[in-house]
T-cell receptor
Framework: DTGVSQDPRHKITKRGQNVTFRCDPISEHNRLYWYRQTLGQGPEFLTY????????KSRLLSDRFSAERPKGSFSTLEIQRTEQGDSAMYLC???????????????FGPGTRLTVT | GIQVEQSPPDLILQEGANSTLRCNFSDSVNNLQWFHQNPWGQLINLFYIPSGTKQNGRLSATTVATERYSLLYISSSQTTDSGVYFC????????????FGTGTSLTVIP
């Protein structure tokens, strides 16, 4: 198993453009999480999926953000009409979950660093 | 509101010294993990420890869930231990959202 992978690793875009990031979780994990991390801060939860269902979304996830996990495997995070404030590291993690209660250990991908100019 | 606080925020150690990092959280915890973030941003799993004590080489961790804190011990520190240490908690009151603390930035000097 190669762990959690993310693509691209770096993205530079101009304000107003749309961007899409991909996350491939560990194959046997049914939960997938997206986080955003800005400089000097800890990661902030954005959303998570159990299989293909998006179960929770943070208030940080504005209408310009959308995430999908169509077949319960890989996930995409799209940001429309990017703003300079969207510049951050976007992290993906996966874990095995059980019912609606707690998750087991999360494993993180290397992240996608977004710079909006 | 939900709070996850880490202390100290910054720590500078001489190589070979020991240290204790603390994570306080505001509610009952389902899940707690400690991570080390390397200079390239990768979060490396250290411990999955919602309760009890675990050890892995020079590192050990203890979570006292009833008192809402966790400790990470680093013994005989090495320069490669430098980086930011985060605790992340999944709280019973917050569904399945994980909350990260603000981290402890550790610098180990030779």
């Amino acid at each position: 198993d190669t762990g959690v992978s993310q693509d691209p690793r770096h993205k530079i875009t101009k304000r107003g453009q749309n961007v899409t990031f991909r996350c491939d979780p560990i194959s046997e994990h049914n939960r997938l999480y997206w986080y955003r991390q800005t400089l000097g801060q800890g990661p902030e939860f954005l959303t998570y999926f159990q299989n293909e269902a998006q179960l929770e979304k943070s208030r940080l996830l504005s209408d310009r953000f959308s995430a999908e996990r169509p077949k319960g495997s890989f996930s995409t995070l799209e940001i429309q009409r990017t703003e300079q404030g969207d510049s951050a590291m976007y992290l993906c993690a996966s874990s095995q979950g059980q019912g609606i209660r707690s998750s087991y250990e999360q494993y993180f991908g290397p992240g996608t660093r977004l710079t909006v100019t | 509101g939900i709070q996850v606080e880490q202390s100290p925020p910054d720590l500078i150690l001489q190589e070979g010294a020991n240290s204790t990092l603390r994570c306080n959280f505001s509610d009952s915890v389902n899940n707690l993990q400690w991570f080390h973030q390397n200079p390239w941003g990768q979060l490396i799993n250290l411990f999955y420890i919602p309760s009890g004590t675990k050890q892995n080489g020079r590192l050990s961790a203890t979570t006292v869930a009833t008192e809402r804190y966790s400790l990470l011990y680093i013994s005989s520190s090495q320069t490669t231990d430098s980086g930011v240490y985060f605790c992340a908690v999944e709280l019973e009151v917050a569904g399945n959202q994980f909350y990260f603390g603000t981290g402890t930035s550790l610098t180990v000097i030779p």
